[in-house]
């Protein structure tokens, strides 16, 4: 079994957060679908640090990070990935994507029960509501 270990944010920003499209497949996510920024830490790397630097590989974006909203673990096939998912805040830089996403929406957490998302980040997003 191999273990993956990553990071996600939810980055607010005037009353809502970001989206990105994938354009790969990954493990736990089709291609087409939506999702936060977020990737795989690096040995040795601090979980804080992951996560900035993904957002800004990934989005552009320069972000702080405010705290972590939950943890979780799943296994699919021959993959176990724990993952953190941060709350952080947006602090600047001109959104460009990475070869990896097709398209970007920002969306208002009053929408996030209607949007066409997986249940792991309108779960997220919920926490982030709360904070």
Not at 7 to 33: H, M, P, T
Request: proline share 2%; charged share 35%.
């Amino acid at each position: 079994m191999k273990l993956q270990v990553s990071v996600s944010a939810i980055i607010i920003k005037n009353g809502k957060f970001i989206l990105i499209k994938r354009i790969q497949f990954d493990e736990f996510g089709k291609v087409g679908s939506w999702t936060l920024p977020c990737g795989r830490i690096k040995f040795f790397e601090n979980p804080n640090k992951a996560v900035t630097r993904e957002v800004k590989e990934e989005t552009n974006l320069n972000v702080k990070v405010l705290k972590p909203l939950s943890i979780w673990s799943k296994r699919k096939g021959d993959v176990w990935r724990i993952s953190i998912c941060y709350l952080c805040k947006y602090k600047g830089r001109k959104l460009k994507l990475s070869k990896e996403h097709s398209d970007s929406i920002w969306l208002a957490f009053k929408d996030v029960k209607k949007a066409k998302i997986e249940k792991w980040i309108k779960n997220n997003a919920k926490l982030a509501m709360k904070k």
